[in-house]
T-cell receptor, first 110, second 114 residues
Framework: LAKTTQPISMDSYEGQEVNITCSHN???????ITWYQQFPSQGPRFIIQ?????VTNEVASLFIPADRKSSTLSLPRVSLSDTAVYYC???????????WGAGTKLIIKP | NAGVTQTPKFQVLKTGQSMTLQCAQD?????MSWYRQDPGMGLRLIHY???????DQGEVPNGYNVSRSTTEDFPLRLLSAAPSQTSVYFC?????????????FGPGTRLTVT
């Protein structure tokens, strides 16, 4: 299972675009890159998933360079409610397992 | 759809007691899993199941048992509670086919062992 490296914490301000980068140097050919969001006292919630290039949905964009050794989650025009922990995962393996790191604690200030 | 439900929300146990954490999903997902999350940490996989009658161990299975008699239910049993099992427990489910690996999580059970 490929491991990921993310910043421990970040902060930004309301209305800004926030980019969180994740490093996954040992990503396997079949691995997908998936990002989850977790609020305090809640289970994680799926944000976005991609394999290569760029993926966009209604809440975020995911940028993946050609070598796939890193990825960047982009949150446009953040608000206070985007304060949460964001996890980057790669996989899953043949047993559907993923490794969860400590994530990035994002704090949005007014 | 209720999604993934877990009971109880909170539980306090004494060392040596046993109990079962309940998990149910109504999305007809084949894959279900149990995680524990300690303060400031990511999730660690305890046990998982890829279908009724099939279970396997994850990263931290010691002290826990699971069974999967139906697609909907995946209970987690603590055999003899220890203070080291104080944690928040999350159940999750997902499909096992297609290209999406989105996991749906329950609200969690906060367990304290004294």
């Amino acid at each position: 299972l490929a491991k990921t490296t993310q910043p421990i914490s970040m902060d930004s301000y309301e209305g800004q675009e926030v980019n969180i980068t994740c490093s996954h140097n040992n990503i396997a050919t079949n691995d997908y890159i998936t990002w989850y969001q977790q609020f305090p006292s809640q289970g994680p919630r799926f944000i976005i998933q991609g394999y290569k290039t760029k993926v966009t949905n209604e809440v975020a964009s995911l940028f993946i360079p050609a070598d796939r050794k890193s990825s960047t989650l982009s949150l446009p025009r953040v608000s206070l409610s985007d304060t949460a922990v964001y996890y980057c995962l790669v996989g899953p393996d043949s047993n559907y397992q993923l490794i969860w790191g400590a994530g990035t604690k994002l704090i949005i200030k007014p | 759809n209720a999604g993934v439900t877990q009971t109880p929300k909170f539980q306090v146990l004494k060392t040596g007691q046993s109990m079962t954490l309940q998990c149910a999903q109504d999305m007809n997902h084949e894959y279900m899993s149990w995680y524990r999350q300690d303060p400031g940490m990511g999730l660690r996989l305890i046990h998982y199941s890829v279908g009724a009658g099939i279970t396997d161990q994850g990263e931290v299975p010691n002290g826990y048992n699971v069974s999967r008699s139906t697609t909907e239910d995946f209970p987690l049993r603590l055999l003899s509670a220890a203070p080291s099992q104080t944690s928040v427990y999350f159940c999750a489910s997902s499909e096992t086919s297609g290209s999406s690996y989105e996991q749906y999580f329950g609200p969690g059970t906060r367990l304290t062992v004294t």
